[in-house]
């Protein structure tokens, strides 16, 4: 019954976009007379002509503020062994100079690929490193709740990643937390996916307690506005958030191509090199694709499409081919980690996580 479901919907013409691959059943998309879909023509307003010199010069500006802080590390990265943070590790490091520490959210789902490359780069690049994780029972019961809830479960790990991160700046005074984030490749539109505290606490209270929750909740919104009030003032600590990417070109190649040359990174044993630091990634994107008709990859190689990082013509082959490959293993191992069933699977197509943010 899956089966025939899911192939069924793989079958199903799309109407694209003519510029990028976005097809029709893509979250309130708005074509052009010539078939453009809006997220081209917002991409050409955001990042096409974009001035990277002077970005590059507000970065050194910012890199050079947070080494004269003169504190223990100028800088933290969250730090997943994946490419893009493994790059940012690398530029922080090779390129700014900046003392640096590597800090890891263990979300209990970290592959061995990803603790090989953990290891291996910041020995390389002599890094400082420290990993925090909540116990698996309670990583366990939350990704559950938030499948059997919103039809995914990414959250709790997106927020501990955040949390643990902010905690750790606090902790030893560090001026900078610089992120490998890119909204401009990596965003898939909050439609299909996006959180806050509130959806956060609403269904994480159902599993663990108020102590508990403390992994995982940032500071409120009210809380921030008063911190960031404060600060102007110079009555408390000054702490910048950047990503990476807002501020230097990010092109997957060049990743790539830096991170095998200088730094020994390992790919996925299927030769992937996306998501390679979650065990399960490929079922993350599975659920997109039974809920939307298209998964991750047709939002990432859209976005490198308008970056000119790719052709139309291999991001529409290459996306095909990507989502349709099996995930038996995958999934296996995700019901019998968390004990959740087929038709709790099948049902995640028909919830969704906006009524909760
Ligand atoms: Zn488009």
């Given at each position: 019954m899956a089966k025939s479901q899911n192939a069924l919907h793989g079958e199903k013409l799309m109407n694209r976009c003519t510029r990028?691959?976005?097809?029709?059943?893509?979250?309130?998309?708005?074509?052009?007379?010539?078939?453009?879909?809006?997220?081209?023509?917002?991409?050409?307003?955001?990042?096409?002509?974009?001035?990277?010199?002077?970005?590059?010069?507000?970065?050194?500006?910012?890199?050079?503020?947070a080494k004269s802080q003169k504190r223990r590390y100028d800088c933290i990265v969250p730090f997943s062994g994946g490419k893009d943070s493994t790059y940012t590790l690398y530029t922080c490091i090779e390129k700014f100079r900046l003392k640096t520490l590597a800090v890891n959210f263990n979300n209990g789902?970290?592959?061995?690929?990803?603790?090989?490359?953990?290891?291996?780069?910041?020995?390389?690049?002599?890094?400082?490193?420290?990993?925090?994780?909540?116990?698996?029972?309670?990583?366990?019961?939350?990704?559950?709740?938030?499948?059997?809830?919103?039809?995914?479960?990414?959250?709790?790990?997106?927020?501990?990643?955040?949390?643990?991160?902010?905690?750790?700046?606090?902790?030893?005074?560090?001026?900078?937390?610089?992120?490998?984030?890119?909204?401009?490749?990596?965003?898939?539109?909050?439609?299909?996916?996006?959180?806050?505290?509130?959806?956060?606490?609403?269904?994480?209270?159902?599993?663990?307690?108020?102590?508990?929750?403390?992994?995982?909740?940032?500071?409120?919104?009210i809380a921030q506005k008063i911190a960031r009030r404060l600060k102007r003032f110079r009555l408390?600590?000054?702490r910048r958030q950047i990503s990476l990417p807002e501020y230097v070109v990010w092109d997957d190649k060049i990743i790539k191509d830096t991170l095998y040359r200088e730094l020994n990174w390992q790919k996925r044993a299927d030769g992937s090199s996306d998501h390679i630091d979650c065990l399960f990634a490929p079922m993350k994107n599975y659920l997109v694709v039974q809920k939307w008709g298209f998964g991750e990859k047709t939002t990432k190689?859209?976005?490198?499409?308008?970056?000119?990082?790719?052709?139309?013509?291999?991001?529409?082959?290459?996306?095909?081919?990507?989502?349709?490959?099996?995930?038996?293993?995958?999934?296996?191992?995700?019901?019998?980690?968390?004990?959740?069933?087929?038709?709790?699977?099948?049902?995640?197509?028909?919830?969704s996580h906006l009524g909760y943010l």
């Open positions: 990028c691959i976005l097809p029709d059943t893509y979250p309130d998309i708005v074509f052009d007379s010539e078939g453009v879909c809006h997220k081209c023509h917002e991409a050409e307003r955001r990042y096409v002509h974009r001035d990277i010199d002077k970005l590059s010069r507000e970065l050194l500006g910012i890199v050079n503020w789902l970290r592959t061995e690929e990803a603790l090989r490359n953990m290891d291996t780069i910041t020995r390389n690049l002599g890094a400082a490193y420290l990993s925090y994780g909540p116990p698996w029972n309670i990583l366990k019961k939350l990704y559950k709740e938030f499948l059997l809830n919103t039809g995914q479960f990414c959250f709790p790990c997106d927020m501990g990643i955040w949390k643990t991160v902010q905690r750790t700046a606090e902790q030893y005074d560090v001026p900078l937390i610089v992120s490998g984030f890119s909204a401009q490749i990596e965003s898939r539109g909050s439609k299909i996916y996006s959180y806050n505290n509130r959806l956060f606490k609403t269904i994480a209270k159902n599993v663990m307690s108020t102590g508990e929750l403390n992994d995982f909740l940032s500071e409120a919104a408390t600590r000054y190689y859209s976005a490198m499409v308008r970056a000119s990082q790719m052709t139309r013509e291999d991001a529409l082959l290459q996306s095909t081919e990507e989502e349709r490959r099996p995930i038996q293993d995958a999934m296996e191992l995700f019901m019998q980690k968390l004990g959740v069933t087929n038709e709790d699977i099948l049902h995640a197509k028909t919830k």
